[in-house]
């Protein structure tokens, strides 16, 4: 949205807005759990074998992403994708996690596009756990989960992950409360790293939940209308500095 009014009158926009969509979610959440008729988003069943066999030549040509190039949001699923610099940022933080906890697993709670834009030989040692079964044409990685059964895990992936990365498709307390219930299940112990995406308004939610605190980066997601920031439990220099691609948003000013 655009805001071209003072900093107090600005920021008592931002928080009806910001209401009426915590509105929206917690009934789309709620309808999700008996009515909704979800989709399916576009087949991916080439996709992960096309991600690995033009790893070299994206090496060559940063502009592509394949995962962002060949899926498209599926908005009965409140799919909202990350910019290829947030998503290339994003993966960079939890490389940097691993390396810092001597990890070298990540589980990614609806978060494909992170997943699916890493190198093929990272995945092998990640998950992905995600609504959107068309996902699972990609490989054995691909864990189903649905938000309104949080516990209901393979117990193979329980105990497993040192990084969980999650994204959930709505901001509201109750769902986050449920994504925390599969995270811990997933958690290696109480000392894996987490890495959250919401919005500030959520800052309290995030430390009940993860000890997660919000760091300067905040990423951009396209098509989505309000702006989300980045929390961690962990120190990260590679999460240290603002996003470049929103330095010029009337966010950031407000946010100054």
Not at 27 to 51: F, V
Not at 80 to 96: G, H, M, P, V
Request: proline share 3%; glycine share 4%.
């Amino acid at each position: 949205w655009c805001i071209r009014k003072t900093r107090s009158t600005a920021k008592m926009d931002e928080a009806v807005l910001l209401q009426e969509l915590k509105d929206v979610s917690n009934r789309r959440s709620e309808r999700n759990k008996t009515t909704i008729n979800r989709r399916l988003s576009l087949s991916l069943t080439c996709l992960s074998s096309e991600i690995d066999s033009n790893e070299g030549e994206n090496e060559k040509d940063l502009s592509k992403n394949v995962f962002l190039n060949k899926t498209g949001e599926n908005r009965e699923l409140n799919q909202f994708w990350y910019s290829k610099f947030t998503i290339d940022t994003l993966c960079d933080a939890t490389r940097e996690s691993l390396a810092l906890c001597n990890g070298k697993r990540v589980a990614f709670l609806s978060t494909p596009s992170l997943f699916f834009s890493l190198k093929s030989n990272e995945r092998k040692e990640c998950a992905v756990f995600d609504f959107d079964k068309s996902l699972g044409s990609c490989g054995g990685n691909y864990h189903f989960y649905d938000f309104n059964h949080p516990t209901n895990i393979d117990d193979g992936c329980r105990g497993q992950f040192d990084l969980v990365v999650i994204d959930p498709p709505f901001i509201s307390q109750s769902v986050w409360e449920k994504y925390a219930i599969t995270a811990k299940l997933l958690m290696k112990d109480d000392t894996a790293h987490v890495i959250a995406t919401t919005v500030d308004e959520n800052a309290v939610l995030m430390k009940a939940l993860f000890h997660c605190k919000p760091v300067a980066f905040r990423p951009s997601i396209p098509h989505l209308v309000y702006q989300y920031s980045v929390f961690t439990n962990f120190p990260s220099s590679t999460l240290a500095d603002k996003n470049q691609e929103l330095l010029h948003t009337e966010y950031e000013k407000l946010s100054v």
